[in-house]
């Protein structure tokens, strides 16, 4: 039986990850499954939520940043196993977004390929999905949460940018992520590019079954 495929949007705070990932695994239909990042509801999960709401608790840079990775090996069996039923995965969110934050935070040794190195042997995404959206208004109205305000944005920003200018295979690049701009698009629309490519992509690649890693 084909494997599923592991499908990925990331993004920038507010720029509709979290809702184009729950209609698309709606219209997947029974056969997706929808993980989001950081999963909240684990042990690991729970302290991660913690760090993210309560300003008073506080971690290094470099535990936080082996946390939220942690937290992605604690589901990799469980996603892999999901995969190979034949269901497909669809993450809100994922290792990008671990680097990106934790390198924009300019601790000392923490670049790119520092913050990489924990994540190095999990499943990497067939196909990523990466939203971006210059709405002026969305500059706003961040909520209450760690990392929601506009200049840690903008720094995580040229951080994803370098990933995958710099820190991404150029091959992998070409062939697994694509960039959307959603920008003065309703949901809707969103919603009907990000389910045409998708379902071009598991169409053109129904017969691949070895899996891809970081
Ligand atoms: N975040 C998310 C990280 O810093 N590292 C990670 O590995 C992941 C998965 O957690 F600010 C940040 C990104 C965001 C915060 O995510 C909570 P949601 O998607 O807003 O819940
Ligand atoms: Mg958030």
């Known amino acids: 039986?084909?494997?599923?495929?592991?499908?990925?949007?990331?993004?920038?705070?507010?720029?509709?990850?979290?809702?184009q990932t729950e209609k698309l695994v709606k219209s997947l239909g029974d056969n997706a499954l929808l993980v989001k990042f950081p999963e909240r509801s684990t042990q690991?999960?729970?302290?991660?939520?913690?760090?993210?709401?309560?300003?008073?608790?506080?971690?290094?840079?470099?535990?936080?940043?082996?946390l939220f990775s942690a937290n992605r090996w604690e589901i990799a069996e469980s996603m892999?196993?999901?995969?190979?039923?034949?269901?497909?995965?669809v993450m809100d969110r994922y290792v990008y977004s671990g680097v990106a934050y934790s390198a924009a935070k300019d601790t000392k040794g923490m670049d790119l390929n520092w913050c990489l190195q924990p994540d190095k042997g999990l499943l990497?995404?067939?196909l990523t999905l990466f939203l971006t959206n210059s709405d002026?208004?969305?500059?706003?109205?961040?909520?209450?949460?760690?990392?929601?305000?506009?200049?840690?944005?903008?720094?995580?920003?040229?951080?994803?940018?370098?990933?995958?200018?710099?820190l991404e295979d150029p091959d992998y690049k070409?062939?697994?992520?694509?960039?959307?701009?959603?920008?003065?698009?309703?949901?809707e629309?969103?919603?009907?590019?990000?389910?045409?490519?998708?379902?071009?992509?598991?169409?053109?690649?129904?017969?691949?079954?070895e899996f891809i890693y970081f």
Do not use: W
């Open 189 to 209: 629309e969103v919603h009907q590019l990000v389910r045409a490519v998708t379902s071009d992509y598991i169409q053109g690649h129904a017969d691949v079954n």
């Open 44 to 66: 690991i999960g729970g302290l991660i939520d913690q760090y993210l709401t309560n300003p008073e608790f506080l971690l290094p840079d470099q535990a936080i940043h082996l």
């Open 136 to 166: 002026s208004e969305l500059r706003q109205g961040f909520g209450e949460e760690r990392y929601e305000c506009t200049d840690f944005q903008d720094k995580v920003r040229g951080q994803f940018a370098a990933i995958f200018d710099t």
């Open 174 to 187: 070409s062939k697994h992520i694509k960039f959307l701009d959603t920008t003065h698009k309703t949901i």
């Open 80 to 89: 892999k196993r999901s995969l190979l039923k034949g269901q497909h995965v």
């Open 1 to 19: 039986m084909a494997r599923g495929k592991l499908i990925l949007i990331e993004g920038l705070d507010r720029t509709g990850k979290s809702t």
């Open 124 to 126: 990497k995404p067939d």
